[in-house]
């Protein structure tokens, strides 16, 4: 255990002048710092001979031990040891402060980077293809086989997602004109404006994992908790069980006020939205028409909420576990927030495909240029060069219990506070997830 004396005084007592340390230590098994805190003890008056000093009151003060957090990261075991209760298989090493972003970058290969016109039409045709055979399924399946269809479909529109994602970032094709209309196109069917969330995820890049900057989820901040019984209530239901399908909320919130946007974006901004509207005010009717209300549940609005759960979860692991840091922008870097703050996450092959690889995620964030196609060649690079820092994990019930259960509240020294935990009255919701989830990793 490493310590540190608060007070460094001795105390010089009798004819010999010799040093009295009054220490007093609790026994200590953790490997954290602690601090020596001089504390007082009742006043006492010593008489010194006479070639000493003047009689003068002095104190006599005990060292009390009180631990000091460091990141649970910095160890080895503790590292392995958190690993395996928060579900991932690998908890990266606290990166070198000397390694900037282009250190990480430059080790990439340049071919990573270069656009592959037939990869990514291909990306198109795999999602068009998986999309219309979902709406063949939910078309066909009896009712208690739609669910899987919805699942299917839900996640094949999340291919569409990741389609316009590619081109807001320009590594889809060469021709920009192309990227703006195959964004704006592939986001029409989730009603996602694409120039609006192109401006904000722009800044989740730029920001990623700044406490008030970064445009997606970030912890609860503890003066927004406690303002009003009511919020405080919806903010446990909210990053508790509805936590899967929170993108909702944050689709509303950040993408159709213009309030929130410059003023040489809201002209594009405008131009999205209008796109947007008209798909509704022409699509919605037109598949009401054709297959009634029903038709437009069982058709859009069910595998719309499994874009939104997909949405919603790949968020959520991409940048929030226990050990991941939110750092205010006076203390934040570029390269351990892209590198150590960002998981990469296995998931079933099949949705691997449909989602065109959008979870190898580390390589996105320390390049956006990096094609959706060559992400695992990327990844494989960072593996090599830089593995011992990475944060991996296969998607599993306990990460996700990890994340539902303990990452609300900002807190600096530990990251999160859960909320059971500062308020456990009106936090039955997270221990009914406690009690309910399984554990299973």
Known sequence: MACRLADSRFLFMGPQQRPIQSHRFAPFKSPDLCYLKWESLPQRRIKYQSCLNPLRRTKIVQAVAIPVAQSPANNAEN??????????????????????????????????????????????????TSYAL?????SKAPWYLLPLAWAWTGTAITGFFVIGHDCAHKSFSRN???????????????????EPWRFKHDQHHAKTNMLYEDTAWHPVLKEEFDSSPVLQKAIIYGYGPFRPLMSIAHWLIWHFNLKKFRPNEVK?????????????????????????????????????????????????????????????????????????????????????????NINVHIPHHISPRIPSYNLRAAHQSLQENWGKYLNEATWNWRLMKTILTMCHVYNKEQNYLPFDEL????????????KVMPDYA
């Open 134 to 138: 979902g709406l063949f399924m939910i």
């Open 268 to 356: 594009r901004v405008k131009i999205s939205l209008a796109c947007v509207f008209a798909f509704m005010a022409i699509g919605w009717p037109l598949i009401v028409y054709k297959t009634g209300m029903m038709g437009w549940i069982k058709f859009w609005l069910m595998p719309w909420l499994g874009y939104h759960f997909w949405m919603s979860t790949f968020t959520m692991v991409h940048h929030t576990a226990p050990h991941i840091p939110f750092k205010s922008s006076d203390e934040w870097d570029a390269a351990p927030a892209q590198l150590n703050g960002t998981v990469h996450c296995d998931y079933p092959r099949w949705i691997e495909i449909l989602c065109h």
């Open 176 to 194: 920009k004109l192309m990227e703006d209309i195959v964004g704006t196109l592939a986001f029409l069917p989730l009603i996602y404006p694409y």
């Open 79 to 128: 590292r392995k040891q958190l690993s395996e209760s928060y579900g991932f298989k690998q908890i990266g090493e606290p990166l070198p402060e000397n390694v900037t972003l282009k250190d990480i970058i430059d080790t990439l290969p340049r071919k990573v980077f270069e656009i592959d016109d037939v990869k990514a039409w291909k990306s198109v045709l795999i999602s068009a």
């Open 423 to 434: 308020a456990p009255e009106e936090s039955y919701p997270i221990t009914f997830l406690k």
